[in-house]
């Protein structure tokens, strides 16, 4: 086995990977990203609206400061986030978004003169100064003050990754692509790196370092229907939490936007509804003003997704070979309408479902989009449970979140947490000499070795590991989805614990050769279904709703008992359900908790004193 | 309901010493919007789990999915079938080293190409965390937006006649991406430099000016536009350097 030794190893090459590899690279340090996919095709390049940072540079954002995104962060939090890290990552934000600029990213920038922008379909003029020519731009995004989030027109993540990736080009940062980290190297206390293999040759290799860090985005597809890349797959997240020691906050905090397609899960913009789309249901009738008489189609994300899903399982919605979906209709608004302002839409659903929106109704569900939680950091990114381990990025839970967090702010918390713990981690390395336990290194691979082995072999038993997967994703997508009831999460943390026994005795079907995607499928399933009872049995606990979190049987957001996070812990691998423990959400309280301004919900303030 | 396609599938493993390269049948009944996202996926997880393929963001921003459609490089993820007849060949795009079936090695070719160009921003500033930005014509920042937007998927060198008969060839994408730095203002290299990167051969004299870099590409990059304006360019630099002598 070929065994590479580097100062630090980054599992993941997206934008929070790459963006903690250049700060090592650029402090002298020897750094190797892996990657599943060429650097270039994480799932960061597939972000198109922004970056939020506090320039305040476009008239729109006059006024705007570190402190105001600080609030609108927390506030999108629901008060769930480390106020600490929301603070950092706000002051932060603006250098780093410079920082970019210098590097190459082409920004959008302020054209002075008069201007048209729409709101609620509604026209309005706007004066950019003179003074501000040429400095970067902002566009507006929902659940902020002010216009704060910086773009790249409608590729803003392909750029900046693009651009990131030059960047460690530049500097020397290797990154090892087609390569799948499945284990890490530890000893219960220290983390010494990763065991992973090859996907061009299948072979297993050791990497060895003195600091790992885990930036491999979220795992949306643990879900059935994500709008997340088919890389973003809990895979590692699976590792980690086979530690045994190290844990995963906040599982249970789970964001679903109101549109994605059927079949592909490729999100249309909210922008349809706002423009005047409305949502039909199996008979083609509106549905959304039963529920939402004043807002109807253009109540919060949360709110319609909610209302959706509650009308489908009334029976309401539309049967196809992928499932029950709705209609999104947009025929009225017109074809100049259509192929002018939203020519995304008109794209993505003629180039992808063959469907003309200007005269056919497009298939849409609520679909999983964004993970709240992850491997649980310090605010120096710094993971719980073993030395020398670090996270950043969506893979983490920072936690600068909570249990929601707002469009444009996790594109930038890509960069700006990858900045700040990869400088935490070249402090780290400063002083900090380790002994490598060799032995360790040699049974992870043989250990991996003879998973790989008993797998082949079938010694563990015959069962498909695409059909263990389906299995999981259903369980999920019926019983830990948008709306959650102890009923449903009950039964869905039964029924991942029968999948888990299921994913356990995984056998390939074909041989297993080289790259095989089969065997890469049953390598994780096991960690993905132990993720997934995280989620259900985190959200079968938390028994409140917060942000996206929305339990039907406990609707008031309850302060008093549950202003925590989430530490869910595998502490046995032959254990069926995670051990979970609570923290305190925030160390301090820069904004006592209060009204979140949308989405009406009683609160159980903290200071409240009677029982529950 | 709909039809039954078939699938003819170039299959060859290297990794499998039994392997020899052939193609392979597959059927399947076509379902409403069905991509080749959805086909390929079906066929791997219900036929033969051992296809390899390679798909990412599966909504045509990644480039991971470029493979020979009824003998045209393009994008899987947004061909839909119904565009296409009913018996449908797929192979993986030359070029490329084969990984296995219809996935082939993007990825080791483009870094080798952006380390050539040196695809970053040449500049002697240092970064200032205490400053604002220099401001930039936001005119010129769309510009290079527009060459930026290349997701290396490799089409145009697969499409490519020259990428074909030389290994070194730089191909449409180089150029494009060289272009990008060409016009940054941020970008402190001079023309001369850029000829040394491009003035041969392997660069832009190397085009046969067949079209079909611009014809596949998926994102409807300017690739012709950008050649024509690069030897225009350097062809100056090419005249300077002559009379020098």
């Known amino acids: ?612 | 309901m709909g039809r039954q396609l078939k699938f003819k599938i170039f299959r060859f493993n290297p990794q499998n010493p039994e392997s020899v390269p052939r193609m392979e049948v597959f059927s399947l009944d076509e379902t409403d919007s069905m991509t080749l996202f959805i086909a390929l996926n079906r066929i791997r997880e219900e036929q033969d789990g051992s296809l390899q393929f390679e798909f990412c963001c599966r909504a045509g921003i990644c480039g991971s999915c470029a493979m020979v459609i009824n003998g045209r490089p393009g994008l899987a993820c947004h061909t839909k079938t119904k565009d296409l007849p009913d018996e449908i060949t797929l192979t993986p795009l030359p070029v490329f080293e084969l990984v296995g079936d219809l996935s082939v090695d993007t990825g080791s070719w483009f870094r080798e190409m952006y380390n050539k160009v040196e695809s970053w921003v040449h500049t002697d500033k240092v970064f200032d965390p205490t400053a604002i930005e220099d401001p930039m014509d936001n005119a010129i920042a769309e510009e290079i937006y527009e060459l930026d937007r290349c997701v290396e998927c490799g089409s145009c060198v697969a499409a490519c006649g020259t990428a074909r008969l030389r290994d070194d060839f730089m191909g449409a994408t180089a150029l494009n991406r060289l272009g990008r730095f060409v016009i940054d203002p941020r970008d402190k290299r001079t023309d001369a430099e850029y000829f040394e990167v491009i003035g041969s051969d392997e660069g832009i004299f190397g085009c046969m000016g067949l079209l079909a870099c611009e014809d596949v590409c998926p994102k409807n990059l300017p690739l012709m536009n950008q050649l024509s304006y690069l030897r225009r360019k350097m062809g100056v630099v090419a005249l300077k350097q002559i009379f020098k002598k």
């Open chain 1, 1 to 612: 086995m070929q065994t590479i030794y580097k100062d630090v190893l980054i599992i993941g090459a997206g934008l929070a990977g790459e963006r903690a590899a250049a700060e090592a690279a650029g402090a002298g340090l020897s750094a190797v990203c892996l990657s599943i996919v060429p650097a270039r095709r994480s799932h960061s390049a597939a972000a198109m609206g922004g970056m939020q940072a506090a320039l305040g540079n476009s008239v729109m954002g006059e006024g705007d400061n570190t402190d105001v995104h600080f609030a609108d962060t927390v506030k999108g939090s629901d008060w769930g986030c480390d106020q600490e890290v929301a603070r950092l990552f706000a002051d932060t934000a603006p250098i780093e978004m410079r920082r970019l600029c210098d590097w190459g990213v082409p920004w959008n920038r302020v054209v002075p003169g008069k201007s048209k922008y729409f709101k609620g379909g509604k026209q309005f003029d706007k004066e950019e100064k003179e003074e501000k020519r040429g400095l970067i731009t902002a566009r507006n995004f929902g659940g902020t003050a002010k216009w704060r989030t910086c773009y790249v027109s409608d590729g803003t993540g392909h750029s900046v990754l693009y651009t990131m990736d030059n960047r460690c080009a530049q500097l020397g940062v290797e990154v090892h692509d087609k390569s799948e980290a499945i284990a890490l190297i530890q000893d219960g206390k220290t983390c010494y790196g990763a065991i992973a293999r090859s996907l061009r040759t299948g072979e297993l290799i050791a990497y060895v370092a003195k600091a790992t860090m885990v930036a491999t985005g979220g795992f949306g597809k643990i879900y059935k229907a994500s709008t997340n890349a088919v890389i973003c797959d809990g895979g590692v997240h699976g590792a980690v939490l086979d530690t045994g020691v190290v844990p995963l906050g906040n599982m249970e905090a789970v964001q679903f936007h109101p549109t994605g397609i059927v079949p592909t899960d490729i999100l249309v913009t909210e922008g349809c509804r706002g423009d005047g789309g409305t949502l039909l249901d199996v008979n083609e009738e509106r549905f959304m003003h039963i529920y939402e008489p004043d807002k109807a189609e253009l109540a919060s994300r949360d709110v319609v997704a909610r209302w959706m899903t509650h009308h489908m399982r009334l029976g309401k919605g539309v049967p196809s070979p992928y499932g029950e979906h709705l209609w999104l209709d947009i025929r009225h608004l017109g074809e100049k309408h259509i192929t002018g302002k939203l020519r995304e839409v008109y794209e993505i659903c003629t180039s992808f479902l063959g469907v003309d929106p200007v005269t056919q109704l497009i298939p849409v569900r609520p679909t999983q989009h964004y993970s709240m939680g992850g491997v649980r950091t310090n605010k120096d990114g710094a993971a719980y449970g073993l030395k020398g381990l670090f996270s950043a990025g969506e893979a983490a839970c920072w936690d600068m979140h909570g249990f929601n967090r707002l469009g444009g702010n996790s594109l930038a918390e890509t960069v700006v947490a990858g900045g700040i713990v990869g400088a935490k981690i070249v402090e780290f390395l400063k002083d900090y000499e380790c002994n490598i336990p060799t032995a360790e290194i040699t049974k992870t691979a043989a250990k991996q070795q003879q998973r790989i082995d008993d797998m082949i072999s079938g010694k563990n038993g015959n069962e498909n590991v695409y059909k263990v997967r389906e299995a999981m994703q259903n369980a999920l997508d019926k019983g830990a989805h948008v709306f959650r009831t102890e009923e449903g999460l009950t039964e869905c943390v039964e029924t991942l614990q029968d999948v888990l026994r299921r994913a356990r005795s995984v056998g390939l079907q074909t041989d297993g050769y080289g790259a095989s995607p089969e065997l890469s499928a049953a390598l994780k399933i096991e960690g993905q279904v132990k993720l997934a009872l995280c989620v259900a049995y985190g959200a079968l606990q938390r028994r409140e709703s917060r942000g996206s979190h929305n339990r039907e049987d406990y609707p008031a957001r309850n302060d008093r008992d549950w202003l925590t996070r989430t530490l869910a812990y595998w502490k046995n691998p032959d254990d069926d359900l995670p051990t979970l423990e609570y923290e305190d959400a925030s160390p301090s309280f820069e904004m006592p908790p209060g009204d979140r301004g949308y989405g009406k919900m009683q609160i159980i303030s903290a200071d409240s004193k009677e029982e529950s």
